[in-house]
Each structure stands twice: as C-alpha cells, then as structure tokens.
C-alpha cells in the first residue's frame, strides 16, 4: 500500500512569489493534516480535513496560507505572497476513520530567498 | 509552560544500553499519546501509541502517568539503528478529531 506521497520535495523561491505543496493521502484516509517544522522549532499543526472539510484550521498563521481539498482525495497548501518566515518543512500525514495514528509523508522543504 | 515538554539531549549511550526519555504535557484533558521517532531530514514515524497505563513493544516500554501527566519511553539493549530524535505527540482533548501537540524531541545517539 503507497504511503503519504507529498510534492514538490523541495521548492526554493523569492519573497513574494506563490508555491502550491501538495499532499496525496494513504488511499481510503479521511483525515488530513498538514504540519509544518521551523529550523529549530518543533512540528506545528496547521490544519486538518475529514474528507473534504475543514474541522480545524486554528494553526494556519495568517491568510497567506490557503489550503483545500476538493473531493476529499488529495490537499494543496497554498502559499501567497511567500515571506522568508515561511521557509521550513512541510508535513502532511493522514489517518483513517476515528483513528489517532497519523502516517506523515516525507515533507516539502520551502526555501523563501 | 510549553504544552509538551521533553528532554532536549543528547543522549549518548552505548550499545546495549537502557535509555529512558520522559515527556510531561499540560493538558489534563488529553487521552491519547504517542511516540514517533525521526530520522535526520525524514519524516516523523510512528513508534508506540499510548492509550492506557502503558505498552510494550520488543525492546520498547512506554507508560503513561496520568496523575503527573507524564509519559515515558524506554529502550532496552540500545541498536546504532535506534539513533535518532524521538517525538513526544499529545492529543490535546479526547477524540481523534483533537489535534495533536509535538514536543521539541529528544535526540538520541548510539555510539558503538
């Protein structure tokens, strides 16, 4: 069974341009989240889908960041305008239906120059 | 206070070693906890899920302290392979829809 797949592995770009992360969840997961590390801080919760909804989005830092999850299936996690505080490492994970364990994907590293 | 707290390290033991990591969390609340481990620039694992007093799993032992709201880790007969940071992950209220709280982890280094 594929694991959370997540796009682009790394993406570096200047200040004020927009990057799209995507996430593609574990088949079947209704739960989506998407976390973020910033060099030196611990994993920060950003937000979490059941299926096509937002149930959560308490941890996105401020209106730059847009996410969706049109059908339910995979996420994008928009960035616009990108700032430099915005670098870091972006995680998505998944998990099933009222389950706690969440599978994480290999992250995208935004770089903002 | 930080809502997840756990000791920074390093720890550097041997071989064949027992190491114990502890992690407390604010939230009297919470129910559910788990340690993940994480490889240098990989994502986090999932290790143990914590749901009740504790659990075993081979060389892991995790337990849970409810009344001083603290979990620990223990691993018996240390591999190099068990070298990495290991993530204390709190479920701030009582259903899977709750999110999730890190700790800063606790790296850990197997020395032959």
């Known amino acids: 069974e594929a694991g959370v797949t997540q796009f682009p592995s790394h993406s570096v770009i200047e200040k004020g341009q927009t990057v799209t992360l995507r996430c593609d969840p574990i088949?079947?997961?209704?739960?989506l989240y998407w976390y973020r590390r910033v060099m030196g801080k611990e994993i920060k919760f950003l937000l979490h889908?059941?299926?096509?909804?937002?149930?959560?989005e308490s941890g996105m830092p401020n209106n730059r960041f847009l996410a969706e999850r049109t059908g339910g299936t995979y996420s994008t996690l928009k960035v616009q305008p990108a700032e430099l505080e915005d670098s870091g490492v972006y995680f998505c994970?998944?998990?099933?239906?009222?389950?706690?364990?969440?599978?994480f994907g290999p992250g995208t590293r935004l770089t903002v120059t | 206070r930080k809502e997840v707290e756990q000791d920074p390290g390093p720890f550097n033991v041997p071989e064949g070693a027992t190491v114990a990591f502890n992690c407390t969390y604010s939230?009297?609340?919470?129910?559910?906890f788990f340690w993940y481990r994480q490889d240098c620039r990989k994502e986090p694992k999932l290790l143990m899920s914590?749901?009740?007093s504790g659990n075993e799993d081979g060389r892991f032992t995790a337990q849970l302290n409810r009344a001083s709201q603290y979990i620990s880790l223990l691993i018996r007969d240390s591999k190099l392979s068990d070298s990495a940071t290991y993530l204390c992950?709190?479920?701030?209220?009582?259903?899977?829809?709750?999110?999730?709280?890190f700790g800063p982890g606790t790296s850990l280094s197997v020395i032959p």
């Open positions: 994970a998944s998990s099933g239906q009222g389950s706690y364990e969440q599978y």
């Open positions: 088949s079947g997961h209704d739960n």
């Open positions: 889908f059941v299926k096509e909804s937002k149930q959560d």
């Open positions: 939230n009297s609340a919470s129910q559910s």
């Open positions: 914590v749901y009740s």
């Open positions: 992950v709190v479920n701030i209220g009582e259903t899977s829809y709750d999110k999730v709280i």
